[in-house]
């Protein structure tokens, strides 16, 4: 009841959780039940393509709500979705085991390589999920609670804002390519092999973390748009209009803009937490400055402070990037960068802005 209250004048929002919930259920049966012979059946390859897919649509979520309900233009959320990738990945590291190619069934691979004698302290209690999970939503939780704590306290606002966020992933790129932090250096964690018991290999497992993708999208779709509604959306929407007022009449603007933001930040980790087991890889190059600057361009093309729009746009960004890789191997980038121009240029409002503006003008 609560969601059908929710969705009730959110149509954007309603037929795109129709649409994840058909494709929760008819990807992976395509995928393990239709035949490889079949034309209906879907490729391993393109599921967990997918997944990836619907995991960084969760983060483009998390970035819409602080930017479009809140104002808050942030080019540093990939640090967040990288940070939720490694406790995901310190996890599945210890998993290996002895299977490593050194043998070792403490220390991973990287840690032998480098004569590292022990485990950091950091590392403790990776080897358990349970542990791994609350890391991955504690690690970028607290590190946006300090960091928002001392940027809002400070009331640094607008572009300012958006460049200490964008030195804070930058810092944490050049932290994370050093071997001596213990997170692998430039290689990043890789080869990891199963999950809780799982083969990562296994078309199972990769339709289970399809699902979970699906649910974990559902889910934080859902909680915004609860945030939004409430009255905390209200006034998320009333300091990203007039902040000064807000704060004149009695809201600790500050608290708001926290407790958002912190929020929005373990969206993400969780984001990163799935996107892992499915690429296979986490590395440094996940805080590249230039990575948190795509997730804002996701969500300028769906639309801003629609949510659903965050969603459209990660999805079509991605899978253009992915179609012209493929069909303009020398010239992909500056197709994508000719396609980001005319949609700022033509589509302000992103694409959703455009079919609104059809609904009003009928």
């Excluded at 969780?270 to 996940?286: D, F, R």
Aim: hydrophobic share 55%; charged share 10%; glycine share 10%.
């Amino acid at each position: 009841m609560i969601v059908l209250r929710l969705l009730r004048d959110d149509r954007g929002g309603a037929l795109m959780l129709g649409l994840l919930v058909l494709a929760t259920i008819v990807v992976p049966i395509c995928n393990l039940l239709v035949p490889e012979t079949s034309a209906l059946h879907i490729p391993t390859y393109t599921m967990t393509l997918i997944g990836k897919y619907l995991c960084y649509a969760l983060l483009a979520i998390a970035v819409d709500l602080v930017w479009g309900y809140l104002g808050i233009l942030t080019l540093g959320h990939g640090a967040f979705f990288a940070l939720g990738g490694y406790a995901m990945g310190m996890y599945l590291m210890r998993q290996i085991g002895s299977r490593g190619v050194y043998g070792n069934p403490v220390l991973p691979d990287f840690m032998v390589f480098l004569n590292w004698q022990q485990l950091p302290w950091f590392w403790q209690g990776s080897q358990w999920f349970w542990f791994a999970m609350l890391m991955v939503v504690l690690v970028p939780g607290l590190l946006a609670l300090a960091f928002g704590w001392l940027a809002f306290r400070s009331r640094v606002t607008g572009v300012y804002l958006s460049i200490i966020t964008q030195a804070l992933t930058y810092a944490l790129l050049l932290a994370f390519f050093r071997n001596e932090m213990g997170f692998g250096g430039n290689n990043g964690l890789t080869d990891f092999k199963d999950i809780l018991g799982f083969s990562l290999q296994a078309d199972t497992t990769r339709a289970g973390l399809f699902i979970a993708s699906a649910i974990a999208l559902g889910t934080g779709y859902l909680s915004c748009l609860y945030i939004t509604r409430s009255r905390l959306g209200k006034l998320c929407t009333a300091i990203r209009d007039q902040e000064d007022r807000t704060r004149f009449i009695g809201f600790r603007v500050e608290h708001i803009k926290l407790w958002i933001f912190t929020f929005s930040a373990m969206l993400a980790g969780i984001a990163g937490a799935l996107y892992v087991p499915q690429v296979g890889i986490i590395n440094p190059g996940e805080f590249a400055p230039l990575a948190s600057i795509e997730i804002v361009v996701w969500v300028a093309v769906g639309g801003r402070a629609t949510l659903y729009g965050a969603v459209a746009g990660a999805l079509m960004v991605n899978y253009a990037k992915s179609y012209l890789t493929a069909a303009m191997p020398d010239a992909w980038l500056f197709a994508l960068g000719a396609l980001f121009v005319l949609v700022t240029l033509l589509l302000p409002r992103g694409v959703t802005g455009l079919l609104r503006k059809k609904e009003v003008s009928r």
